[in-house]
């Protein structure tokens, strides 16, 4: 089932170092505009997207209350469209020349993320350390 009470889900994997830091950091932010974050690995994320795991964390991806999925660099583009400190960041990056850069940046970073993770040792703790510190951050 899916939680109602926000506009757009920014899913991640929660099990790359980088990613969790990264989008923990901008949680706030995001939830100003409505829209939360969770890990590509939680059990309603896996039911209501209906694909195989490793399918699952090739990407970033975002879910829309109305269903609609984006994914890749188009996650941070619409994340960017609804910040007004950002529009211009939106408006840059959705230039054809500009847009392929971040794409193509996108794509080099999001294969490398584990290994960007090793060398900032970002590593993430085990679900269990992980559940129980967030619980207590709250």
Request: charged share 25%; hydrophobic share 45%; with cysteine.
């Amino acid at each position: 089932m899916i939680p109602t009470n926000w506009d757009a889900w920014v899913l991640y994997d929660r099990d790359c170092g980088f990613c969790s830091r990264w989008v923990e950091f901008w949680k706030p932010t995001l939830e100003k505009r409505c829209i939360t974050i969770a890990g590509l690995q939680e059990p309603w994320v896996i039911e209501q997207l209906r694909r195989a795991p490793s399918d699952l964390l090739a990407d970033i991806l975002m879910l829309r209350a109305t269903g609609e999925i984006v994914s890749g660099a188009d996650v941070y583009l619409q994340v960017w469209r609804r910040i007004w400190w950002a529009w211009l960041l939106y408006g840059a990056f959705s230039l054809p020349g500009l847009n392929r850069i971040l794409r193509r940046g996108y794509r080099w970073f999001n294969r490398s993320r584990y290994g960007v993770s090793r060398v900032c040792r970002l590593e993430v703790s085990e679900p269990a350390t992980r559940d129980a510190s967030i619980s207590k951050s709250r």
